[in-house]
């Protein structure tokens, strides 16, 4: 525990001291939504649901759930994917 | 976008439907392979999605482990099309004939254009640019466009710049013509003002010269109103060009006449179409329609083709042949009448401009069957004419 939490807390001060965004030197997943219809998710490991009203997905320290209807993968990647649809939540659970 | 899917077509795709115990580990493994899927969806268990012609051979292994059974629902793509007609000779032979078709036109020119002419005719322009062999249907590496363009100017000397442009299968000829300079006048020369018909003097303007006529006076044809050889008051005399304008009353006559019985063509039968298609210069005869022994009226129509603005190196050429019967046409007084005075009026439009009617009088008179109409203008025009005065 202390030794992830060392090396999180180290990368935050590397980020910091170079000023440049957490995620370009982290391994966190990255998510861009537009709007409510569709979601690019970069950092993705694999898929745990997959349904038309949910899609969950193990994105490495956490699983992220979306909530929906007519929810699609419009394109799979091995390093990230496509969801669209009308989505009405997003969970994340550590 | 667009394009995307256009490479996606050209290698073919196909949307299959799945499904199993297990499809999220379907898709996991799918994903770890680096299959190219898109536009999944899921319902129920059911998989859908699209994926390459190639790769989905490869699928089924995969789709085998996961427990997940895929089958096939539709197939878009040019190989599937390709596959379908493949026992099509002729397809692929009108394809190839096509191409060779449209290649071999396009090494001839179709059709010439002319811009940016007023005054000279655009059929002149052709015809010279026809002698030089820019027409359609000529080899486009043999013409040589620079030397044309110095050739065309040498021909005709109005113009005073020309390009010749190449568009394709569509020669551009761009023109300016040459804007004639105004006539310069010689001071020096030296002349009279001498009047061009009989009549009343009513105005004069004498800008040089001496007035030799006054407001009133009535003078013939001849003679003269400004002189150019003025003397002074201490008795010497300057020779020099007559410059104005004298107004007088004159007196117009115009007369027509039309005859009472007319021969007339009356259409006595139905009229006879030929159509011929011209093609490059060659003549293809559409129908074989025979022509009427009888007299007939010809007309000839011809049609351009054009597609999309462009105009095509075919043209409909049509003769229509209408049987006539001449007829003798007797027409009443009134209307005789009538036809003489639209003549007298084409007449007045070119013989009366730029001169003032004061007063029209109109006499008709019935005479060996035809009906004359003489009409007397009282008008009001400049009478005065340079003349060079000749000094020996």
């Not at chain 2, 020099?240 to 115009?254: C, H, I, P, Y």
């Amino acid at each position: 525990m202390k030794k992830t939490n060392n090396k999180s807390d180290g990368k935050k001060k590397v980020a910091s001291f170079l000023q440049v965004p957490i995620g370009t030197i982290s391994s966190v997943p990255r998510f861009e939504i537009s709007g409510n219809r569709e979601v690019i998710i970069d950092g993705c490991k694999s898929i745990l649901v997959y349904d038309e009203n949910l899609v969950k997905l193990n994105t490495g320290k956490m699983i992220t759930s979306f909530f929906g209807r007519s929810l699609t993968i419009r394109s799979l990647t091995p390093d990230s994917l496509v969801v669209e649809g009308f989505i009405t939540s997003i969970e994340f659970a550590t | 976008m667009l394009l995307l899917r256009l490479i996606r077509f050209i290698y073919g795709y196909v949307y299959f439907e799945g499904s199993g115990k297990h499809p999220e580990m379907f898709m996991n493994t799918v994903r770890r392979r680096g299959f190219n899927i898109w536009n999944i969806s899921s319902m129920k268990g059911n998989i859908k999605g699209y994926i390459t012609k190639n790769q989905y051979k490869l699928l089924r292994p995969v789709a085998y482990k996961s427990e997940v059974k895929i089958s096939i629902k539709k197939k878009v793509g040019l190989p599937f099309l390709i596959h379908k007609y493949k026992y099509r000779w002729g397809m692929l032979a009108g394809s190839i004939l096509f191409i060779m078709i449209i290649y071999v036109l396009s090494l001839y020119v179709w059709v010439v254009e002319v811009k940016g002419n007023n005054q000279i005719q655009k059929d002149t322009i052709i015809e010279t640019a026809a002698e030089f062999g820019i027409r359609t249907g000529s080899l486009k590496s043999k013409l040589d466009l620079d030397i044309l363009e110095q050739k065309l100017m040498e021909k005709i000397p109005d113009i005073s710049w020309i390009a010749i442009n190449m568009r394709g299968s569509i020669i551009v000829i761009e023109l300016k013509e040459r804007d004639n300079p105004p006539d310069v006048l010689k001071e020096d020369q030296k002349s009279n003002l001498i009047s061009t018909t009989a009549g009343q003097i009513t105005r004069l303007e004498v800008y040089s010269g001496k007035s030799e006529v006054s407001i009133g006076d009535v003078v013939e044809k001849g003679q003269m109103l400004v002189n150019g050889i003025v003397q002074d008051d201490l008795g010497g005399t300057t020779i020099k060009r007559s410059q104005g304008k004298v107004f007088a009353k004159t007196r117009r006559f115009l007369e027509e006449s039309y005859p009472l019985v007319n021969e007339v063509q009356i259409n006595s039968g139905e009229t006879v179409t030929r159509k011929e298609l011209q093609f490059f210069g060659i003549k293809l005869p559409i129908n074989l329609a025979q022509v009427p022994a009888q007299e007939c009226k010809l007309e000839i129509v011809k049609s351009k083709a054009y597609v999309l603005n462009s105009m095509l190196p075919v043209e409909l050429y049509e003769e229509k042949f209408t049987p006539i019967v001449k007829q003798s046409q007797v027409l009443s007084a009134k209307e005789a009448e009538e036809k003489a005075q639209e003549k007298i009026k084409l007449r007045e439009e070119t013989e009366l401009q730029n001169i003032t009617v004061l007063d029209k009088t109109v006499s008709t008179q019935e005479l060996d069957g035809k009906i004359k109409l003489s009409v007397s203008y009282l008008c009001e025009e400049n009478i005065a004419t340079e003349v060079p005065l000749q000094i020996s």
